[in-house]
């Protein structure tokens, strides 16, 4: 009989319950790139999507979702109203505000308050961005301006949630994880869906991670934190003395014992859980060459304005091209500090410091390399601005408004250049060809191949989309 050792029993019975595994797949890869298994078979790259999808023309590869968080004032960046700027101090007529969803100003004097700053217009077609924006104004040619959205929540959380998973309902999936379970991804060796966050401006709102959650889909679905300063990914780094023979016995073993988990419980998530562990396994390799800017040249850096593992909004703007390049599907950067009730002309100067140029930079640099064509880009907050003054004189703010802000589209078929709908001579109301945020929602999708009628999960009884069952509409006007 062989000696009992505890240490072993112990080591067994954990493995056995957390159903922890990496799989023998992701480490022949492993083995294959540092050539420790020549004969190891060539890895399918990629991860599929469902049967039948994209089941529509696929215009668009990616999606690169740039989110100013905190929602930036239409008034201010690429909607000027001159009659607004006319009536300023004056009461916003009552026609405009009664019966209306007010965060902040409810009960207060209603004054209209004129842009802080001057527009120009910029491009072939005359497209109105204003000095804020003067990066913005080099790409005029190349950007779809939307001043027509519309949205249904009136503070941060739920308008974050509403923006990114189609409902107000929290632990429902986020966009970024319905096109990963529908087309799946082009790398195997990545996340489908990474988010980067930066933080610069007023009063930085917290992002919560159910903003990515994959909600009812499976969990291999939901978007990845990459971590803007230090290691990007904890713990993604073998310990020390750990080699690549011991990994391999741990594989084995690991692999085994979550076999026999699955056969005895028929648990979908262990699968899930597996393929979480055979990704981060493959990670371990991954991440370090992605994040290793040095083969960046110095112009490019000098481009974006990054010093990578700064944590800023350039560096990540950088990274997320370089996810591109690899094949992440769905690339998803906040940059915190646009809720601007205060301090409106300094804190739309920080903000518009740190993103506007990496803004133009990521764009450019696609466009140079030829990725612009295959890549949606999109750029906008959780809502707009009130036309209505927040604050006190010299230090005037504007509130959270939901009934008309702008948003701007790029790459693929987007019809760069023009400006699409309107708001009212006040910026308060989307009056002409109003776009709803699932009509955001299904014309991304469509550009990605997808009806988004047809990507649905039957969940407690429904047949659930990222569209939900309330009218959603592809705006094709936008597209070429």
């Known amino acids: 009989m062989s000696e009992f050792h505890p240490m072993q029993l112990n080591r067994r019975t954990f493995l056995t319950r957390s159903g922890v595994g990496l799989g023998t797949a992701a480490l022949s890869a492993l083995l294959a790139k540092e050539g420790h298994a020549a004969k190891a078979s060539e890895q399918v790259r990629g991860v599929p999507g469902q049967p039948g999808f994209p089941d529509l023309p696929q215009k668009v590869k990616r999606v690169i979702f740039l989110c100013m968080a905190g929602g930036p004032s239409h008034l201010e960046t690429f909607d000027n109203k001159p009659i607004l700027s006319k009536m300023d101090g004056k009461p916003v007529p009552a026609s405009y505000t009664d019966g209306q969803p007010i965060a902040q100003l409810q009960g207060k004097e209603l004054k209209c308050l004129g842009a802080i700053t001057k527009f120009k217009k910029y491009g072939h077609n005359g ?254 907050g959780e809502f707009g601005r009130t036309p209505m003054s927040q604050s006190n004189k010299g230090n005037v703010g504007r509130d959270h408004h939901i009934k008309g802000f702008s948003m701007w589209l790029a790459g693929g078929p987007v019809k760069g250049g023009t400006t699409y709908g309107a708001t009212d001579d006040l910026g308060y109301n989307s009056v002409e060809n109003v776009v709803h945020v699932r009509d955001l929602h299904a014309t991304m999708l469509h550009l990605l191949g997808i009806d988004h009628h047809h990507l649905s999960v039957k969940f407690q009884g429904l047949d659930m989309r990222l569209t939900g069952v309330e009218p959603a509409r592809v705006v094709k006007d936008i597209i070429a």
């Open 127 to 380: 497209q109105e961005i204003s000095d804020y924006l003067p990066w913005h104004a080099k790409m005029a040619d190349d950007i779809c301006i939307v001043r027509s959205l519309v949205t249904e929540q009136i503070n941060h959380d739920p308008a974050h949630t509403f923006m990114n998973t189609g409902t107000v309902i929290s632990g429902r999936p986020s966009m970024g994880a319905w096109v990963n379970y529908g087309i799946g991804s082009e790398t195997d060796e990545l996340p489908g869906f990474v988010v980067l966050s930066s933080v610069g401006g007023r009063n930085p709102q917290p992002i919560a991670a159910r903003q990515w959650g994959s909600g009812f889909l499976p969990s291999r679905y939901q978007g990845v934190q990459f971590s803007s300063t230090g290691d990007p990914v904890n713990y993604v780094r073998s310990p020390n003395g750990v080699g690549i023979g011991q990994q391999r016995n741990l594989v084995d073993a690991i692999g085994n014992l979550n076999r026999h988990h699955q056969e005895a419980i028929g648990d979908p998530e262990i699968a899930n859980r597996i393929a979480a562990y055979e990704m981060a396994f493959r990670m371990q390799m991954s991440v370090p060459d992605l994040t290793d800017m040095s083969d960046e040249p110095q112009h490019i850096l000098d481009m974006y304005g990054a010093k990578p593992g700064d944590g800023s909004y350039a560096s990540n703007c950088l990274l997320a091209r370089r996810l591109a390049e690899r094949g992440v599907r769905f690339i998803h950067l906040y940059h915190r500090g646009w809720d601007h009730h205060n301090g409106l002309a300094q804190y739309m100067d920080v903000c518009c410091n740190l993103t506007d140029k990496p803004t133009y930079a990521l764009l450019t640099d696609l466009k140079q390399r030829g990725m612009l064509d295959d890549t949606l880009i999109i750029w906008g």
